[in-house]
């Protein structure tokens, strides 16, 4: 199952991507939405997109990409955190999963677990 996890700060994105990994799944990374949405039109085998809602660069926000993606992407499993933000269940798409942030390793792992 391949992750990608889209995160702007580099030292998150780190951490995500390797615990995630050391999990055994495959992670690809994107800094921004924009990147994101040019790797999952070129890796159709992305199963789960992991997000920040703040991603300053580019032209949406992890909340917007998340919209977008489940409109052009609907199996994908989607993945939502925030350490500042805490959206409504009416403002994520249908069956997104929010994770405040720090978010627990396990959190993540669960998800993936079950989607797996």
């Keep these: 199952m391949l992750v990608l996890a889209v995160e ?4 998150i994105r780190m951490s995500t991507v390797a615990m995630i990994e050391d999990a055994g799944y495959d992670v690809i990374e994107a800094a921004e939405a924009d990147e994101a949405i040019k790797l999952l039109e070129t890796r159709p085998e992305i199963r789960v997109v992991f997000s ?7 032209s949406m ?7 977008a993606v489940r409109e ?3 199996p994908v499993i989607l993945i939502l955190a925030s350490g500042r933000v805490s959206p ?3 403002e994520m798409p249908s069956d997104t999963v929010f994770l405040p942030k720090p978010y627990r390793e396990e959190d993540i792992l669960n998800v993936l677990a079950k989607a797996a």
């Excluded at 702007?8 to 030292?11: A, K, Q, R, S, Y």
Aim: charged share 35%; no cysteine.
């Design 61 to 67: 926000d992890g909340l917007k990409l998340m919209h």
């Design 8 to 11: 702007d700060e580099p030292f």
């Design 52 to 58: 920040d809602i703040e991603l300053p660069a580019g």
């Design 88 to 90: 409504s269940v009416e």
């Design 72 to 74: 052009r992407w609907p």
